[in-house]
């Protein structure tokens, strides 16, 4: 009768986004007009994710949905293996997980094991921060909540913190918690002071913190945390060969103004990345000490594993470069960098140099 009724998909396939596309195939089982039963399997190709808030996601890969009865509910039960393309997530990480563990629902509305492989193109991007990570991820949501299990690795951007540009060197997301999404955090970033010396930012965050741990160390000793705190407040201290002390106002309003004019520029250009960029050129110019090369930077991905970047100097210095990275695998980077200047050194006539380099990185995890 019909109120007995299998029904199978055969196909059920769709559009999503700019190229996604998804398929749908399986059973499903029906008695006395009540959903019993159902297998089904989702092929997702290139598929636009925006339903989560703060999350932008395409991913590609299968997903099964299956009946799974708790406590005499029948509730929804995925699993799959999804490659995330690309992925954007628009909040900080103070903002990730905010929820205890050992929270237990009593019946949870659906189930999921999936594993994300994040091997593409995949940011925090925030007003304060432009991080890239990839690695690989489970998530789950059982009655213990929704949280993942896994390593993300950082490899590429920039945080703000007192409207100083922290540039990330290296660092680690680690989920291990049953019942929410933060993670332990290891983080390593530097800036620089704003005599174009050096500042490392070591920021840990441990499953029993409730705040994050930040620490500062100058590129030359005699400097204590304070003084360091100073300096990114927009103080200048002196070390204990200093000459005196006070208050880089005009590099505090440089800080602004470049904060500012980035997020202007990254809300408008879709799929690129912006940033002003500044390094000290003293030391290889003959300029003044303290003179910095402004440059911009945009970057693009081209394809998944391939990023470029463009930087072009905004002073006297008039700096090109042009980078290209391909990720072959999650071990293998390979990097190219190509530099051109045109400098006027003191006392000497304008001169051009060109310089190219190429790096192969293995990361290894152990």
Known sequence: SLEDTLINIHSLSGKEGKDGEFNCFGTIAMRKWK????NLTLDLNRFLIVSIKDILAIVTGKVSIGAKRIDGAVIPSLLGDLKVNKVELYYDLGGMGNGKNGTVMSTPSWVAEINLDMEGEARIRTSDANVEF????VLYHNRKGTYLRG??????????IYNNKFRVNSGTLVFAQAGTTRPIVNIEAETFDPEGKRIYLTVLWDENDPQPRLSLHHEESGYSQTDIWKMLGGGIVGSQDGDGAGWDALGTMQNLATNYFENILNSQMEGFTVSLEQSNKAQNSGSM??????????GKYLSQGLYVKYKQGLSVF???NFEVEYRISSLFLIRSEYMHSDRVFLGESRRNSDEVNFDVKMRWEF
Request: glycine fraction near 10%; proline fraction near 0%; avoid cysteine.
């Open 318 to 320: 008039n700096e090109r």
């Open 151 to 160: 390593t993300l690795t950082l490899h590429r951007g920039w945080y703000n």
């Open 289 to 298: 000490v303290g003179e910095k090369e402004t440059m911009i930077a945009v």
């Open 35 to 38: 959903l019993v039963d159902y």
């Open 134 to 137: 990839l690695g690989d991820v």
